[in-house]
């Protein structure tokens, strides 16, 4: 559920039309909804309410806005970041350091150093070679950093391969069949408390059962690794959980999720650790464009749009389909291609689908594109960047301005050696 619905036939976020979003603001534009946010946080805490110790951070890859951020601080939530600017992020819109998890399978040596100095919760070792790194660094520091082995499971997640990340083929974490002799050395080293394990298969799952399959090999591996004398208090279960784009699209909810979780996991005695992204954002925000022209083509007309690859990237990279609707639908229908300005056939967001009919000078959104949107955005063609609008019932503001083409071109130079 959400909260952008039509009334008297326009589409408004929360109590806020979005013709006046596009007319104070300009377009192309993101538009987020907090209630829709907090809602959409509550429901997978609530789906998690069978697990007696958990903790969830939130994945702000997906959505990094600082207002956004500051919204899941509120509601409890911690952050799993894969960089030292992530990291940074999560800390100045209000999260604990302890509540920070450190993914990602290329740290540097500064960004472990940050972390320590930041006194974060937890590192995610993705390789033998990083924890002994982590270990050296923090040992100069005088410290200890509490971390986690990343394994891969070598499971087929079933989604894009793009988005694939628990085959043995990834280049993710270190292969479960030899994670129990890299376990052993790394709790050997100095300056590391090594408490558990950690995995995360891939991203927009449509099933629970490669995420099943995954855990319970995780499972064993406690076991395995408890057997061997290692005292394993965390379990990192990492993010997943797809989200609806299509409206007949019909992923697991996060009750069908959290119970899936707490039955297999019931015996496992850790604090489980999560690490959603998508399923929290995805829904909460729309990327709001103008149609600029429709212009005949050979077989359906296109539909150009504001709004390009550079502010949506997902359907260029992925094939993504994003639910493109009127803002003030007629009820009349039209099959077009809905594409952007950018000079790459790359930069169509449908061909040859049926939507609301517009005509040049409508607005439209496209849906479900609060997660992996404007913080996948690019100037690519000198475009400026795409600015963000959080809307809270009646009052909206910028969360992140639009960043001019001339703005970005002023941190450039020419050397006057060319001359
Ligand atoms: N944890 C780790 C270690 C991850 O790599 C990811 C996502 C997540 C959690 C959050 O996954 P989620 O709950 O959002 O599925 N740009 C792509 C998605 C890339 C996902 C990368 N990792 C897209 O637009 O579909």
């Known amino acids: 559920m ?20 596009a007319e104070e603001i300009g377009t192309p534009v993101y538009v987020y909804s907090r209630a829709t946010l907090e809602r959409h946080a509550q429901v997978f805490a609530d789906a998690l309410k069978d697990i007696p110790k958990k903790h969830i951070a ?12 500051r919204v899941l601080a509120r509601q409890g939530y911690g952050a799993d970041v894969v960089s030292g600017g992530e990291l940074e992020r999560a ?6 350091a302890e509540d920070i998890v450190f993914s990602g399978v290329g740290k540097t ?12 919760g937890q590192f995610n070792i993705e390789h033998e070679p990083e924890g002994v790194a982590l270990s050296e660094i923090a040992v100069g520091k005088e410290t200890t950093a509490r971390a986690v082995l990343r394994v891969n499971p070598d499971v087929d997640a079933g989604t894009h391969a793009k988005i694939s990340t628990g085959k043995a083929e990834n280049k993710f974490g270190v292969g479960i069949d030899a994670a129990p002799a890299i376990f052993d050395r790394l709790s050997a080293l100095p300056g590391l408390t090594m408490r558990g394990v950690a995995l995360h298969i891939g991203s927009q799952l449509t099933s629970l059962d490669p ?30 959980l797809g989200v609806p784009y299509r409206p007949d ?7 069908e999720y959290g ?50 690859m550079n502010d949506l990237a997902r359907p260029a990279l992925y094939d993504a389909y994003h639910d493109f609707v009127a803002v003030r639908p007629t009820g009349e229908k039209m099959t077009a291609s809905i594409v952007g300005p950018v000079c790459e056939t790359g930069d169509t967001f449908a061909r040859d689908r049926v939507i609301d009919k517009v005509e040049a000078g409508d607005l439209a ?9 404007a913080t996948m955005a690019s100037t690519y063609n000198s475009r400026s960047l795409v600015p963000e609008v959080l809307v809270d019932g009646g009052r909206y503001i910028t969360v992140a301005d639009r960043i001019a083409a001339g703005t970005i071109m002023a941190a450039e130079r020419v050397p006057d050696w060319i001359e």
């Open 2 to 21: 959400d909260h952008f619905e039509l009334r008297n036939g326009v589409l408004h976020a929360e109590d806020i039309p979005l013709p006046q979003i």
């Open 58 to 69: 939130f994945a702000i890859k997906c959505n990094p806005n600082l207002g956004v951020l």
């Open 91 to 96: 800390l100045a819109a209000g999260m604990a």
């Open 109 to 120: 040596r500064a960004e472990l150093a940050l972390g320590l100095d930041r006194g974060i």
């Open 211 to 240: 995420l099943e399959a995954a855990f319970e090999r995780v499972g064993r591996l406690v076991a395995d690794l408890r057997a061997a004398g290692h005292s394993i208090t965390h379990v990192d279960l990492g993010g997943g």
């Open 249 to 255: 699209d019909n992923p697991p909810t996060p009750a």
């Open 259 to 308: 119970a899936m979780v707490a039955r297999v996991t019931k015996d496992w005695d850790v604090t489980l650790m999560f690490e959603p992204g998508r399923v929290i954002a995805g829904n909460t925000g729309v990327l709001l464009t103008e149609v600029l022209w429709v212009k005949p083509g050979a077989a359906n007309p296109f539909v150009i749009v504001d709004a390009a």
């Open 365 to 373: 959104v496209f849906r479900t594109a609060g997660a992996y949107g």
